[in-house]
C-alpha cells in the first residue's frame, strides 16, 4: 500500500540501552522555540532541537524512577519552563534562559532532589535548572498539563487522584485542589484551550471534566462510554478546520454555530481501540423570568460521543493528538500510526460511496467492535449536504466512514487519511505528538508544515512527514 | 481522610501506596472474652481477637488495592456498632449497689460500661430529627443508658452506667491549649527540640492543633516535618478516655480493663486514634509488680453518629421516639468534684466564631485578647472558605501582636505542609536562590488545622443528606445540610436549661466563681483546678494525664534494600492497567 508518510526523515536513537519503561514525549513544543522534550525510564529529560534534530540537553539526577511526562509552561517569554511527572511520584519544574544558542550542546545538568542544596556551585546561565519539586501524591504521576494561561499545573497519578496547583509566586506552588473521583489509575490531563476546564482519562474507563464553583474544584461531567482504559484524552484547537468543500452554505454554516455554541471537542482514545470525539451540548440561556426559584447555578457540563473515528487499529491506543490544522494522529500497542481528516460529508454516498472503501481493514473491525452506536446528534436535519466527491482521492484509499454514524444528521464525518504499520518496528508506539516543520523554510509562513513525531518502547524518537 | 475510613469503601479514598508501610502495629490486647462452652464460636469472633501483625508476602502486595490502609482497615473494623453490642453481651455489668456506695467494687467481676459523646454527633442528630442538640443528648443519653433503650435487650440487659459529655474535657483541652501557646511564645528558641516529635514538651512554632486524626495520620505517615510543631495535647476524646479509665478505677477500685468505654464521634479516624498505643493506661498506669502486662485502651470503642442509628436498629430500637427527656436517675459519678465538671452545661454556647471543630483556635485568640486588652482581632479569609487568617494587633504598635491561622481540608493542608518545610539556603542555584517562597515562611503563632473541609460537623461519620428522608420540597444539597447541622451545633444555648429538669445544682455553679478570669466564657483556674484535682487525687502526674507524643511512621520505598522495594514497587505498578 503506498503511504503518504515519508519514510521517516530522522530517527534519534534517545538511549543504546534496552527500555525497561518506555521514553516519551512532552505533549508539546515550547511555542517560540523550535524544541522538543522526551523523558523516559532511564529517569532523565533529552531536549532537542527541532530545527538541526539534535541533543541538546539531558536533565539527569532529578527523579529517582521513571520519567512519565512532560510539558512545556506556555506564554512563556525569555524562559522556558518545563514539568516532569515521574513514577517517584514527585513533579519536577525546570527552567531555563531562553538562548539563541540551539547549536548542539549536550550538556548534562545533575540535579539530585535530595542533595540539591549541595555540590552546585557552577551554575550554567544557560542551561536548565531546578526550580522546584511538587510533592504530594502518593504514586507514580502519569501527566501534567499545564492550563493555556500557564497558572494552573493539573497532575494525575496511580493514587487515583488528581491535583491541581496554582503558581502564586515565582517557584511558588500552592495546591488548590485534590481531586478524588476517579476510581482507578488517573493516566492523563489535559486542558481546555480557551477555559479553566480539565479532562481526566482514567482506569476506570472514564473521562471526567472538572471546574472551579466558586472557590471548589468539582466534577463537573463524566464522560461513559470506553469499555476499558482510558488512555488519552486530547482537546481540539480553537478553531477548527474541516477539510473539502460543501455545497450549500447553510449546512456549514448551522454546523459552524453550533461549533461555536459547543466549543472545542474533546477527543479520547482507550484500550478498547476505539477513539471517540465529544461535544458540549451548550446550555440552554436561562430566562431571566420571575419564576427564578430554579436554581440555575449549576455548574454542570452536558457531554454527548458526537462520533467515532474509524477503527483502524489491532491493539490499545495509547496516544492521540489533535494538529492546529485539525487533523487527528493515533498511535498505541500495534505499532500503527494512523492520520485522519474532518471532511464535508458527501451526499447520498454513505456505505456506498466507493471511495469510502467499505470494505477496508478499518470498517471490518469497525463492526466487529460494534457496538451500537446511539446518535448523539440534535435533531436538526441534513439536507443537501454536496461535495465534490474529494474524499475519494486520498492517497492511499483508506478513506472510512465511521461505522454506525450514517446518520443523515451528521455533517462532517471522519476519514483515514494516512496510515503506516510497524513504525517503531515490533515495538509498540507509547507516545505520538504534532510539531510545527522547523528545519526548514524557518518555520514561518500561512502554510507551515506539520510534523508527527513518535516515541517507540525501542527507545527511538521519530519524526515523520505527511505527505499529502 | 476522614470522610474516607468508612467500613464500606475502605481502600478508596486513599490510594494505593507506592510502598508498604513497615511496622503493621499490633493493636493493645483485647480484654479476654469469657468463654461460654455452651456457645458456638462465630468465625466473626474469632476475625475480632487480636488481630495478628499483618505479614505481606509480594502476592499479598499485587492482590492489594491499597497497603497504606489495611492496617488501618483491621482497626477500624474492630470499633463497630456490632463490637458495641458484643461487649454488652459479654459480661454482666458491676451491679450498681457497689457503683453507689462508698467501698468500690474491688474484686467485682463484671464491667463497667461508660460513654463519651461528642457535640458534633448531637448536632447531626438533631439536624436528623428536627430536635435542638440539647434534646439529641438526651435521645441518646436514653438509647445508651435508659431503660427503653440499650438497657431493654441484650443478654444481660447492659446499659452504659455514665454518659459524659466531650465538651467538658475540650475546656480542658482549650486551657491547656492556650498555656501551651503562651509557654511557645516566652521560650526562646535557643533550645530547638529535637525532630523525632518524642519526648518534647513544648512544640516549635506556629503549633499546630492535634485534635484531628486524620490528620495526625497523614502528619505521622507523610510529613514527618511537622510533627515537632503539633500540640502534644490529647484530644477532647482521649482525655475524656483517661479521665474516666484513672478517676473510675482508682475510685471504684477496679481494674481499668473491667471499664468499657465508648466514644460518639463525627468522624472515622477517631478510631484510629482510639487504637493509638500511646493511649492505652500503660501510659500513666504506675507501674506495679503485679500488673497486668495488657494494655488497656483510654477508649475502648469509637462510633459515629451514623453506627449510633445502626445500633439502635440493630436492637430494634426505634431512636427517634426514644423520650426526649433527661435520664430520669443517674448514679452519681463516684467524685463530685469531677462530677460537677462533667455535668457543667452552662458554659457550653459556642460562639460561631469558634467554629464546629472545638474552638481551639478561638480561645487562643480570646485569651490572647484577654491578655492584651487594648488590642483588636482581624480575620483575613484566605483562597477559600477553609482558609482563614487572624491577627491581633495593638493599638499601640502596627506590628501585630499574634498571628495564627486555620486550614481545613485536605489541598489547604498540603499548602500549610509545604510551608513548614525546612528550606535550605542556596535552594536554587545562581542568584536566584532566595526566590524560593516555598518553604520556612510562616509567622504563626498557632494553626488549627482539620482534614475536612468545614470541620467537625462534617465528619465522614455523620448523617449525609442522603441518609435523611427529606420531604421534596424541603430537598436540600449536602451544602445547606451542613449548614442546618452546624446550626445545631451553635444552638447549644442556656435557654435550654430552664427545661431541664432537676438540675438545682446550678446553684453551685463553678462559673460563678469568684475568679474574674472568665475567657471565652471558661474560666482557666477553674479547670486548672479541676485538673489539679484529677492529677492529686489519682496520684497520677497531670503531664502524663494531659500530654502523648507522635511519631514518624516509616514507610520502607529509598531506603536500604530499595532495589526490592523499587521491584515491588514496579510490579504494584502493573495494577491499573501498566504505565
Known amino acids: 500500500m503506498p503511504s503518504p508518510f515519508s519514510p521517516p526523515n530522522i530517527s534519534l536513537p534517545l538511549n543504546p540501552r534496552p527500555f525497561l519503561h518506555l521514553p516519551r514525549l512532552a505533549h508539546s513544543t515550547p511555542p517560540t522555540l523550535p524544541l522538543l522534550a522526551t523523558c523516559s525510564s532511564d529517569k532523565t529529560v533529552r531536549i532537542y532541537s527541532l530545527t538541526t534534530f539534535t541533543l541538546l540537553s539531558t536533565i539527569t539526577g532529578g527523579h529517582k524512577r521513571s520519567v512519565r511526562t512532560c510539558a512545556w509552561k506556555p506564554n512563556l517569554k525569555g524562559e522556558s519552563v518545563l514539568a516532569t511527572g515521574s513514577f517517584d511520584a514527585s513533579v519536577g519544574i525546570w527552567r531555563r534562559y531562553d538562548t539563541d544558542d540551539l547549536n548542539p550542546r549536550p550538556v548534562v545538568v545533575p540535579v539530585d532532589f535530595d542533595a540539591r542544596d549541595e555540590n552546585i556551585d557552577e551554575y550554567d546561565e544557560e542551561e536548565w535548572r531546578f526550580a522546584v519539586v511538587l510533592d504530594g501524591h502518593e504514586s507514580e504521576v502519569k501527566s501534567v498539563a499545564w492550563s493555556t494561561g500557564g497558572n494552573l499545573l493539573a497532575t494525575c497519578s496511580r493514587d487515583k487522584s488528581v491535583w491541581i496547583w496554582e503558581e502564586v509566586g515565582e517557584d511558588d506552588f500552592e495546591t488548590i485542589a485534590v481531586l478524588q473521583e476517579h476510581e482507578g489509575d488517573v493516566k492523563c490531563v489535559a486542558w481546555h484551550p480557551e477555559e479553566e476546564l480539565l479532562a481526566s482519562a482514567s ?110 487499529h489491532s491493539r490499545p491506543i495509547y496516544s492521540i493528538a489533535w494538529s492546529k490544522s485539525g487533523r487527528i494522529v493515533s498511535t498505541g500497542g500495534d505499532g500503527a500510526i494512523v492520520v485522519y481528516e474532518e471532511r464535508w460529508k458527501q451526499p447520498n454516498t454513505n456505505a456506498e460511496n466507493p471511495g469510502v472503501g467499505a470494505q477496508t481493514e478499518g470498517i471490518d473491525k469497525g463492526e466487529a467492535n460494534g457496538e451500537p452506536q446511539t446518535n448523539t446528534n440534535g435533531a436538526e436535519s441534513m439536507e443537501g449536504v454536496i461535495g465534490e466527491g474529494d474524499a475519494t482521492t486520498d492517497a492511499n484509499g483508506q478513506g472510512v466512514t465511521n461505522p454506525g454514524h450514517e446518520s443523515p444528521l451528521q455533517e462532517t464525518e471522519w476519514v483515514v487519511v494516512a496510515q503506516i504499520e510497524g513504525a517503531h518496528g515490533v515495538f509498540e508506539v507509547n507516545h505520538v505528538a504534532w510539531a510545527a516543520r522547523r528545519d526548514k523554510n524557518g518555520g514561518v509562513g500561512p502554510e507551515q508544515e506539520e510534523l508527527i513525531i513518535t516515541t517507540g518502547d525501542d527507545g527511538v524518537v521519530k519524526v515523520w512527514t505527511l505527505d499529502i | 481522610m476522614s470522610a474516607i475510613l468508612s467500613a464500606d469503601d475502605l481502600n478508596d479514598f486513599i490510594s494505593p501506596g507506592v510502598a508498604c508501610i513497615k511496622p ?57 456498632h456490632s463490637e458495641v453490642l458484643h461487649a454488652l453481651d459479654s459480661q454482666p455489668s458491676i451491679a450498681l449497689s457497689y457503683l453507689a456506695n462508698n467501698h468500690g467494687a474491688q474484686g467485682q467481676d463484671g464491667k463497667l460500661f461508660v460513654a463519651s459523646v461528642s457535640p458534633q454527633v448531637r448536632a ?207 448514679i452519681p459519678f463516684p467524685d463530685s468534684t469531677i462530677s460537677a465538671f462533667l455535668s457543667t452545661k452552662k458554659h457550653r454556647p459556642q460562639a460561631s466564631e469558634a467554629g464546629t471543630s472545638g474552638g481551639y483556635l478561638h480561645h487562643i485568640l480570646q485569651t490572647q485578647l484577654f491578655l492584651h486588652p487594648d488590642s483588636t482581632l482581624t480575620s483575613t479569609r484566605g483562597r477559600n472558605a477553609d482558609v482563614v487568617e487572624y491577627t491581633i494587633t495593638s493599638s499601640t504598635s502596627p506590628t501585630p501582636i499574634f498571628k495564627a491561622a486555620r486550614y481545613y481540608g485536605f489541598r489547604n493542608i498540603q499548602n500549610l505542609v509545604r510551608k513548614l518545610k525546612p528550606v535550605k539556603k542556596s535552594r536554587l542555584p545562581g542568584g536566584r536562590g532566595q526566590a524560593s517562597k516555598a518553604g520556612g515562611g510562616m509567622d504563626y503563632t498557632y494553626v488549627e488545622v482539620m482534614a475536612c473541609p468545614g470541620g ?53 455553679d463553678p462559673l460563678d466563681n469568684e475568679a474574674g478570669d472568665l475567657v471565652n466564657r471558661i474560666s482557666p483556674s477553674y479547670v486548672k483546678g479541676i485538673l489539679d484535682h484529677w492529677a492529686s487525687s489519682t496520684g497520677i502526674d497531670l503531664q502524663k494525664l494531659v500530654t502523648t507524643s507522635y511519631r514518624k511512621v516509616e514507610s520502607d520505598i529509598g531506603r536500604v534494600g530499595g532495589a526490592e522495594n523499587e521491584r515491588v514497587a514496579e510490579l504494584a505498578g502493573k495494577l491499573g492497567g501498566g504505565w
Open chain 1, 203 to 312: 482506569y476506570d474507563d472514564d473521562v471526567r471534566l472538572w471546574k472551579e464553583d466558586v472557590d471548589d474544584w468539582g466534577c463537573v461531567g463524566v464522560l461513559r462510554g470506553h469499555d476499558s482504559t482510558v488512555w488519552c484524552v486530547q482537546w481540539e484547537g480553537a478553531t477548527p478546520d474541516v477539510y473539502g468543500e460543501v455545497e450549500g452554505q447553510e449546512v456549514k454554516e448551522k454546523w459552524m454555530q453550533r461549533r461555536e455554541a459547543s466549543g472545542p471537542r474533546l477527543l479520547s482514545c482507550s484500550d478498547d481501540m476505539s477513539i471517540r470525539v465529544w461535544r458540549r451540548n451548550p446550555k440552554e440561556k436561562v430566562e431571566q423570568s420571575r419564576l427564578s426559584i430554579i436554581r440555575t447555578g449549576s455548574s454542570e457540563e452536558d457531554w454527548v460521543e458526537e462520533t467515532r473515528l474509524p477503527v483502524v
Open chain 2, 456 to 508: 467537625c460537623t462534617n465528619g465522614g461519620g455523620q448523617i449525609k443528606v442522603d441518609d435523611v428522608a427529606l420531604k421534596p420540597e424541603t430537598a436540600m444539597n449536602q451544602k445547606e445540610w451542613l449548614n442546618r447541622v452546624d446550626e445545631a451545633y451553635y444552638s447549644m444555648t442556656e435557654s435550654e436549661g430552664e427545661d431541664e429538669e432537676g438540675d438545682s445544682k446550678m446553684a453551685d
Open chain 2, 124 to 330: 447531626s442528630l438533631a439536624a436528623t430529627y428536627g430536635v435542638s442538640e440539647t434534646r439529641a443528648g438526651w435521645m441518646i443519653d436514653q438509647l445508651l443508658g435508659g431503660p427503653e433503650g440499650l438497657a431493654s435487650g441484650g443478654k444481660h440487659g447492659n446499659g452504659f452506667t455514665w454518659i459524659v459529655d466531650t465538651n467538658a474535657m475540650r475546656e480542658a483541652n482549650l486551657v491547656l491549649g492556650a498555656e501551651e501557646v503562651a509557654e511557645s511564645m516566652s521560650r526562646d528558641t535557643q533550645s530547638a527540640p529535637s525532630d523525632d516529635g518524642a519526648s518534647i514538651t513544648t512544640p516549635k512554632k506556629p503549633i499546630l492543633s492535634s485534635a484531628c486524626p486524620g490528620w495526625i495520620c497523614y502528619a505521622e505517615k507523610t510529613h514527618p516535618h511537622v510533627l515537632p510543631h503539633l500540640s502534644r495535647l490529647k484530644s477532647p476524646q482521649a482525655l475524656t478516655g483517661t479521665l474516666l479509665k484513672t478517676v473510675l478505677s482508682q475510685r471504684l477500685n477496679i481494674r481499668p480493663d473491667q471499664i468499657w468505654h465508648v466514644s460518639l464521634m463525627p468522624c472515622f479516624d477517631k478510631k484510629l486514634e482510639a487504637s493509638r498505643e500511646e493511649l492505652t493506661d500503660i501510659y500513666w498506669r504506675p507501674s506495679s509488680p503485679n500488673s497486668p502486662t495488657q494494655t488497656v485502651r483510654d477508649v475502648d470503642c469509637v462510633i459515629t453518629a451514623r453506627e449510633l442509628i445502626m445500633l439502635a436498629d440493630t436492637r430494634g430500637i426505634d431512636f427517634p421516639n426514644l423520650p426526649r427527656r433527661p435520664l430520669s436517675s443517674q
Open chain 2, 24 to 80: 503493621v502495629e499490633t493493636l493493645p490486647k483485647q480484654a479476654p472474652e469469657e468463654i461460654n462452652a455452651y456457645e458456638v464460636t462465630t468465625e466473626d469472633k474469632i476475625h475480632r481477637e487480636n488481630a495478628p501483625p499483618a505479614q505481606i508476602s509480594l502476592t499479598d502486595c499485587l492482590a492489594c488495592s491499597g497497603c497504606v490502609t489495611s492496617a488501618e482497615a483491621v482497626l477500624v473494623s474492630l470499633q463497630s
